[in-house]
């Protein structure tokens, strides 16, 4: 049956965020049997039209208001009427964060009877914490969103992680896990793709290629991988590529200087091309995420179209994913057993082949297969 469909995030391009790549995926596979409305901030009618130009994603930009910490903007729906609109007209509504549009889908679902869905995705006590380092404001912040999550009807992660994550925030309704995907595959120009990043960053010698995709902040427990491969420098042979920027950029560069790795380390930087970003893909050997911040990283997935295995911390909710030595590898958060676990990997080819291809098999997931799996769940939720 054709519903019409409401989406929000919070935040949007040029914002990067993994919230934003799972409402642009949502948006496109509903769209092919429903109405589908994806609600995003609005960054000023310049930026907006740049950005749709670029993503090529059809959005409603709501009215917004800059917010002085971390770039962020604050919506103000109940002044768009647009937005009004569209809201008398929906059969469900779906947030997929839980500030300005995810309290407004809330009490528009109650007051047309309709019913409300928000998708939990990000620890937000830990970055509330990071933006504000204040107690008193993080609390107060937590009890706003947690007001939004609590008024909605039904709940949904994107894994066991979050899930648990939402229980320590006192959350105690019912929890529906949605694992993440990814929009990623092999390209045709595969070996072109390869030809050129190896003679871009000089790769083409390097026999072990590790990479990390991602922001460059504290949160992603970087260090960990750096204090690992210092360790490693005298056994092994490898370049590690840091895809990606973000404000502890100048702090890791310093760190690799200091232990004596920089010649091994290549930063980068940002890289928009989606479809150049698999060239990074397909020339590494082992990808490196040692974060136990994210409850669901989408890189790990990216990966895995491209065979290439994982790397993570052992009990973090991404490594929820993966089969320890059998479709990837989680290892404590010990730079000794990472060092030790980096060089088993590499140094035995025929072990590492087998992984690459249950990490093909059993951790790849399309966007198209979350987004039927969703769509299964709204009827569920309509039929009631």
Known sequence: MKKNILLAVDAWYPQMGGPNVVVANYLKYLSENNEVTACVPSYGKRTDGAVDAETGVPVMHVRSVY??????????????????????????????????????????????????????????????????????????????????????????????GAAQTLREYGYKGDITVIRNGTDMSVPEDAPSLLEQVNKKYGLGDEENVLLFVGRVVQTKNLALAFRALKLLKPRLSFKFVVVGDGEGMKSYKAMCEELGIADRVLFVGEVTDRHFLKAFYLRADLFVFPSQFDTASLCPIEAAAFGLPTLLVQDSPTSEIIKDGFSGYAVPDDENEWAERIYAALSDRPALSAVRENCRRYVYRSWKDVVEEAERKYEEILGK
């Not at 729906?77 to 609109?85: I, S, V, W, Y």
């Not at 964060?97 to 830990?126: I, Q, R, W």
């Open 67 to 160: 917010i002085p910490i971390g770039g962020f903007r604050n919506c103000m729906p109940g002044l768009d009427g647009a937005l009004r609109q569209r809201a008398k007209q929906a059969d469900l509504f779906h947030a997929h964060s839980p500030f300005a549009l995810g309290n407004y889908f809330a009490d528009a679902a109650k007051k047309y009877g309709k019913p409300s869905v928000l998708t939990f995705h990000t620890k937000f006590k830990d970055e509330f914490m990071r933006y504000t380092r204040s107690k008193v404001c993080t609390a107060i912040m937590m009890s706003r969103i947690m007001g939004v999550i609590n008024k909605t009807q039904y709940v949904w992660t994107v894994s066991n």
